[in-house]
């Protein structure tokens, strides 16, 4: 159960330190840039922790892991393929293509928080998964500007990928007890 909100964390932040990377560059404008990926990620994933009941945890993690290493591949040249859009045309570019993965995002958690505390005895461990998801995710904040500098943005998206794949795997063998 920890693994699983741990690598919650680590997933969440070595997603959304590369996009926002990404999308500082095409946009060319890093405080709007910045603010833009957080709100899409905020505003997002909220919808998707909202909706999260209806979702299976490894439906939701297996979409999510491949979302986001689609995203390593696809939004780089997408991205410079519309280099040449009007400002607004970007924004709406970014939003939309930002939309999909940050709404997967917001589902882990909240199905897990939400399992874990049907779960006999559950209730009693739901501050320690907010703990161990919290200071993963403050980590994860630091260690991907850290990995950026030797493996690049794109190798941070794919361990991104890779957090939440492991995850997965974590629902898959049982160690939750999410099933």
Known sequence: TWLYFALLGLGF???????????????DQPTLSITLVLFAVLLFSGVGSRTARRWSPALALGLLAVAAGLASLALPPVLHLTLGWPFAGRVALALAALAPLCYLMGVPLARGLALLEARAGGAALIPWAWAVNGSTSVVAGVLAAL????????????????????????????????T
Do not use: C, D, K, N
């Open 13 to 27: 932040l070595l997603v959304e330190i590369p996009l926002m990377q990404q999308f500082i560059l095409y946009l």
């Open 147 to 178: 990995l950026a500098l030797s493996i690049g943005f794109r190798g941070v998206l794919w361990l991104g990928a890779a957090a939440y794949a492991g995850a997965w795997l974590t629902v898959r063998l049982g160690f939750g007890r999410f």
